[in-house]
């Protein structure tokens, strides 16, 4: 079996892709000014990430609880709880409603908690075809890849080349025109729902003290998926539980903001269990899978902050890493800064060991993300954890630990400026470190250096003081 080619190797390759590079310009830029717009124009924004952020630490001071209300509220409801310790369990649960109830084809709306437990193979595997009816996903199920963002999964793709994709898998010639190509997919979609008999959708809440389970959403196809198939399941990671509806009035006002810019996203739909008598649409069946894989462990972990994320991508948009290289880059379910973070909650440390680097740490995902979640001091732990554990590679290890020498001692660091002074010296280019040797070449193969100061700040000081 070949190797799978690792991160750095993958980033390179990222680095090349003129069309990459342009469609995650023009994307994240634009994520970006609607986000600011919107929150230039709420001044009660700021309070209301302290708010989302306390809610969420509550919560998880007694998630048990919350779990068995919101489970004991959905039975009530006529719904149907299932508990799923891994990825496996959630699987096999799904899998075995497939078989249970003759399940031929089933329909999803846009959920990463799916694509945590890579549900789409394990279907077509048992047979069951997976149709994605989100946009996004229906281009990138299409293109046979992986969503290389957390709420645009096509985001690397240009709309020339979504228009070339849907000419040669849909067998007719498209234009480069959005409204053109979402026609199409409606067009193709728009029986799906009718033929379906399951439909699979993630969860963006759940409301203990209800029972309702909360999907926000831009596109139509979201109310489709739950209200047509006869049986809905939806699958939620535990942390995603808040404890009233009064809460949920709080994350809706940030999340949208924080995600696309907008007030409110298009669909906010509310589901209370399977249709009851007198209901014209609904489910015959409702059920809802929490799902842990490796979440609880985090609840007295080092990582306890991520089960704060709400999964809005802003943190993706404004880190000068993942608007280089994209997500699938990354290699993970999880893209971008938050990604390293749940990779490690979801896979353990040693997943990380490249990833945990691929952050210039320069705060703007915590910056920006609704709930506050201190991104870049998980990741200087994370490193951390990786040097003491021994995951990193030796050379690294080596590396670090002579420079965390030279900086805790002055008579080091003196000398060592004195003496990279006098090594660099062959390497100066008009003012700068344009190429270094050895492992150093790494730091110059994409960037230029400047050099060491010929008199450090301290001699300097001498001279004033």
């Not at 789409?120 to 047979?127: D, H, P, Q, T, V």
């Not at 799906?192 to 759940?206: E, V, Y």
């Not at 994209?326 to 390293?340: K, L, R």
């Not at 990786?386 to 001692?409: H, K, N, Q, T, W």
Request: aromatic residues 6%; contains cysteine.
């Amino acid at each position: 079996m070949t190797a799978s080619p690792r991160f750095g190797e993958r980033a390179a390759v990222a680095l090349k892709d003129a069309f990459l590079q342009e469609a995650l310009e023009i994307a994240t830029t634009k994520f970006i000014g609607l986000r600011k717009d919107s929150f230039a124009g709420f001044p009660e924004g700021e309070g209301l990430r302290d708010q989302a952020r306390a809610i969420k630490e509550a919560t998880l001071q007694k998630l048990d609880h919350y779990l068995e209300q919101v489970a004991d509220n959905v039975e009530r409801l006529g719904g149907h709880v299932h508990w799923a310790a891994t990825a496996e369990e959630a699987r096999e649960t799904i899998l075995g409603l497939c078989r249970d109830r003759g399940v031929k084809m089933a329909v999803k709306s846009k959920s990463m908690a799916t694509e945590e437990i890579e549900l789409n193979e394990a279907l077509e595997r048992a047979g069951v075809t997976p149709i994605e009816t989100d946009l996004g996903e229906y281009i990138i199920q299409l293109a046979h890849e992986k969503p290389s963002h957390i709420i645009a999964p096509a985001i690397h793709k240009t709309k020339g080349q979504v228009a070339d994709l849907f000419s040669r898998e849909l067998n007719e010639r498209f234009a480069a025109d959005p409204e053109v190509l979402t026609a199409a997919a409606r067009k193709e979609l728009r029986q799906k729902f009718l033929q379906a008999d399951m439909g699979i959708t993630g969860a963006n809440f759940a409301v203990a003290d209800t029972g309702t389970v909360v999907l926000v959403t831009n596109e139509g196809n979201g109310r489709m998926v739950t209200s047509l198939p006869r049986i809905h399941v939806a699958v939620m990671g535990i942390e995603k539980v808040i404890p009233s509806m009064t809460d949920l009035m709080v994350f809706l006002a940030i999340l949208a903001r924080s995600a696309t810019g907008q007030k409110l996203s298009v669909y906010t739909t509310l589901v209370r269990g399977p249709r009851r008598s007198g209901e014209v649409d609904g489910p015959e069946e409702f059920h809802l899978i929490l799902m842990d894989n490796g979440r609880s462990r985090q609840i007295a972990g080092a990582l306890r902050e991520a089960l704060y994320c709400l999964r809005c991508g802003a943190c993706l948009n404004v880190c000068p890493v993942y608007r280089q290289i994209g997500g699938h880059a990354y290699g993970e379910t999880y893209p971008g800064p938050i990604g390293i973070l749940l990779t490690a909650m979801l896979k353990g440390d040693r997943a990380v060991k490249d990833l945990a680097h691929a952050s210039s740490l320069c705060g703007a995902c915590q910056e920006v993300c609704p709930v506050g979640i201190d991104i870049p001091r998980m990741l200087i732990a994370l490193r951390h954890r990786l040097d003491r554990e021994r995951i990193a590679p030796l050379g690294e290890r080596l590396m670090f630990r002579i420079f965390g020498r030279v900086l805790a001692s002055p008579a080091l660091f003196r000398l060592g400026a004195a003496l990279g002074r006098l090594a660099q010296r062959p390497f100066v280019r008009d003012g700068r470190l344009r190429s270094l040797p050895l492992l150093f070449g790494r730091w110059t193969r994409s960037r230029d250096l400047p050099p060491l100061a010929r008199r450090t700040f301290s001699e300097r000081w001498k001279d004033l003081a």
